[in-house]
């Protein structure tokens, strides 16, 4: 079966300090990858997506950036973290086609 | 107007209750609909798709109606642990993105 995992858990980070979080998916090929945030009682912002190695769609113009090496394996990036960076940010993979998509367990980011 | 929006709630409801809650869409050529429930600092978690016809599974009762462009839940004998947040979710025919709508509170009260 696949699974999907997301690490830290938590992070707390200084302003103008870099980000790397990573996201990885098991059991499964050429999925369709994507990173959201949340702010605190908020909907989920779609960040970036990928359908495949190098392929990176951005939605929301912002100091963020997403990069995919390999095919099972996505990462939100950058260079200088923002207070308005805060949030709880969620990778989530999809097949492509009309299929749901399935969320890590999220890392939780505050920004100080 | 919002792509996917939803009545923030909370809808409070007696423990054994029914409760049934709407999401309306804008997109005419949206072609596929799902339920997610998000428990409180917990990530979504995919409920149940919304086939045309409707479909059940088990207490869960979904609908979607595409002309007046709604879809609905429905949750029968309500439990404590059926307290979330649940969101609406809708996909365009063409291309890989879904639409969030902002969530419908339920709480579950003994």
């Known amino acids: 079966s696949q699974t999907i995992h997301q690490w830290p858990a938590t992070l707390v980070q200084p302003v103008g300090s870099p980000l790397s979080l990573e996201c990885t998916v098991e059991?499964?090929?050429?999925?369709?990858l994507y990173w959201y945030r949340q702010a605190a009682g908020r909907g989920l912002q779609l960040l970036f997506y990928?359908?495949?190695?190098?392929?990176i769609s951005s939605e929301v113009p912002q100091n963020l950036s997403a990069s995919r090496p390999q095919d099972r394996q996505f990462i939100l990036s950058s260079k200088k973290l923002l207070l308005s960076d805060s949030g709880f940010y969620l990778c989530?993979?999809?097949?492509?086609?009309?299929?749901?998509?399935?969320f890590g367990d999220g890392t939780r980011l505050s920004i100080l | 107007r919002k792509e996917v929006e939803q009545d923030p709630g909370p809808f409070n409801v007696p423990e054994g209750a029914t409760v049934a809650f709407n999401c309306t869409y804008s997109?005419?050529?949206?072609?596929?609909f799902f339920w997610y429930r998000q428990d409180c600092r917990k990530e979504p978690k995919l409920l149940m798709s919304?086939?045309?016809s409707g479909n059940e599974d088990g207490r869960f009762t979904a609908q979607l109606n595409r002309a007046s462009q709604y879809i609905s839940l429905l949750i029968r004998d309500s439990k404590l642990s059926d307290s979330a947040t649940y969101l609406c979710?809708?996909?365009?025919?063409?291309?890989?993105?879904?639409?969030f709508g902002g969530g419908t509170r339920v709480l579950v009260k003994p």
């Open positions: 919304v086939y045309s």
């Open positions: 997109n005419s050529a949206s072609q596929s």
């Open positions: 979710v809708v996909k365009k025919a063409a291309g890989n993105k879904l639409t």
């Open positions: 990928s359908v495949g190695i190098g392929q």
């Open positions: 989530a993979w999809s097949q492509a086609g009309n299929q749901p998509q399935h």
């Open positions: 059991g499964t090929s050429n999925p369709n």
